[in-house]
T-cell receptor, first 112, second 111 residues
Framework: NAGVTQTPKFQVLKTGQSMTLQCAQD?????MSWYRQDPGMGLRLIHY???????DQGEVPNGYNVSRSTTEDFPLRLLSAAPSQTSVYFC???????????FGPGTRLTVT | GDSVTQMEGPVTLSEEAFLTINCTYT??????LFWYVQYPGEGLQLLLK?????DKGSNKGFEATYRKETTSFHLEKGSVQVSDSAVYFC??????????FGTGTRLTIIP
């Protein structure tokens, strides 16, 4: 039981490049979320999903796309990277109504 | 909208000192409240939670009580250790699939 896994751990992109951050969970959780963590701003919700085939926008969705074709996977796509997207990205999942979230180890992204 | 306010950090304490990290919230109803902890280089993990007024969450020597009258959920520990050095996040949940986090408080414990 690996919990929530994220790849890659570190990534450097040039402005305008695109990439996909991978997230997978093996706990059969319905709810999955993507957050970004920036100094002094805590965690901000980018997108979330309440089940396969269903996604919705969070607080800061611009510049990011998501899809949820399976219960296990919830990839985050950066369409055209910008320096403002330099951040640490966390994926999380939860399986019950109390909303205790399980977080992945994070991806540190730098856009130059 | 719903929001969480945490005390500004960083907080530096000596080992065995008493710890309080303040957290207050603004919400139109009665959310569930959480404290998450982030150790260096890791993701967040749940430390404790409380789902209704007057509930006390506790774990690893940490405690927090859900105070409806003061809309607060302050984190306390009687005797901190170096291993408690981390960033602590207060959060609330209203049943809308969205967890709202505070900005985090960095705690450093000196031996």
């Amino acid at each position: 039981n690996a919990g929530v896994t994220q790849t890659p751990k570190f990534q450097v992109l040039k402005t305008g490049q695109s990439m996909t951050l991978q997230c997978a969970q093996d706990m059969n959780h319905e709810y999955m979320s993507w957050y970004r963590q920036d100094p002094g701003m805590g965690l901000r919700l980018i997108h979330y999903s309440v089940g396969a085939g269903i996604t919705d926008q969070g607080e800061v969705p611009n510049g990011y796309n998501v899809s949820r074709s399976t219960t296990e996977d919830f990839p985050l796509r950066l369409l055209s990277a910008a320096p403002s997207q330099t951040s640490v990205y966390f994926c999380a999942s939860t399986g019950d109504s109390s909303y205790e979230q399980y977080f992945g180890p994070g991806t540190r992204l730098t856009v130059t | 909208g719903d929001s969480v306010t945490q005390m500004e950090g960083p907080v530096t304490l000596s080992e065995e000192a008493f710890l309080t990290i303040n957290c207050t919230y603004t919400a139109t109803g009665y959310p569930s409240l959480f404290w998450y902890v982030q150790y260096p280089g890791e993701g967040l993990q749940l430390l404790l939670k409380a789902t209704k007024a007057d509930d006390k969450g506790s774990n690893k020597g940490f405690e927090a009580t859900y105070r409806k009258e003061t809309t607060s959920f302050h984190l306390e520990k009687g005797s901190v250790q170096v291993s408690d050095s981390a960033v602590y996040f207060c959060a609330l949940y209203f049943g809308n699939e969205k967890l709202t986090f505070g900005t985090g408080t960095r705690l450093t414990i000196i031996p």
